[in-house]
């Protein structure tokens, strides 16, 4: 049971790049996220997914995009990365949204050079 | 914006000794969640907690809320060398979750 698996654990990218983190799991959950981690920041909601085919955004969602096409997959895309975006992303999931305990990935550490 | 703040920001003990973090917050919630974050790894939710309880146990964890005071505390009874992570509160309000900067926490041997 492999929980939450995110890909790709480490990229590093030039300003302008563009890239997409995957966020896959496999305990048919509904809800999905995506955070950021940074130093002394705890996390922040960048999207979240209450369901397939939904989106919305939460406290830092500019320069981002999601897609939910599929119920186990969560997509996170940079379409031009800048250097403020260097951060530890972290996917996690949950059965019942925030009433419960959300299930989180190891983490994709960017770097924005 | 950080809902809640976990104080001390870090905290070192020996093994054996029990270790104490503290999360305020500022507007009402639904209910409070702790996590532990192991060097480089992705958060472990340890406990939750809702707005009518005011104490829960698991293991050697002991999560206690008061809502008057917004605020909640983490004790870790006869720490091991393994506690050694940060410790993350998060405050549920609206559908969100909301994290503090977190605690570290270094047990030695």
């Known amino acids: 049971n492999a929980g939450v698996t995110q890909t790709p654990k480490f990229r590093v990218l030039k300003t302008g790049q563009s890239m997409t983190l995957l966020c896959a799991q496999d305990m048919n959950h509904e809800y999905m996220y995506w955070y950021r981690q940074d130093p002394g920041m705890g996390l922040r909601l960048i999207h979240y997914s209450v369901g397939e085919g939904t989106t919305a955004k939460g406290e830092v969602p500019d320069g981002y995009n999601v897609s939910r096409l599929k119920k186990q997959n969560f997509l996170l895309g940079l379409e031009s990365a800048a250097p403020s975006q260097t951060s530890v992303y972290f996917c996690?999931?949950?059965?019942?949204?925030?009433?419960?305990?959300?299930?989180f990935g190891e983490g994709s550490r960017l770097t924005v050079l | 914006s950080q809902q809640g703040e976990e104080d001390p920001q870090a905290l070192s003990i020996q093994e054996g000794e029990n270790a104490t973090m503290n999360c305020s917050y500022k507007?009402?919630?639904?209910?409070l969640q702790w996590y532990r974050q192991n060097s480089g790894r992705g958060l472990v939710h340890l406990i939750l907690i809702r707005s009518n309880e005011r104490e829960k146990h698991s293991g050697r964890l002991r999560v206690t809320l008061d809502t008057s005071k917004k605020s909640s505390s983490l004790l870790i009874t006869a720490s091991r060398a393994a506690d050694t992570a940060s410790y993350f509160c998060?405050?549920?309000?609206?559908?969100?979750?909301?994290f503090g900067a977190g605690t570290q926490v270094v047990v030695t041997p």
């Open positions: 507007t009402s919630i639904n209910n």
């Open positions: 996690a999931s949950s059965k019942q949204g925030t009433v419960g305990e959300l299930f």
């Open positions: 998060a405050t549920e309000q609206g559908g969100k979750l909301q």
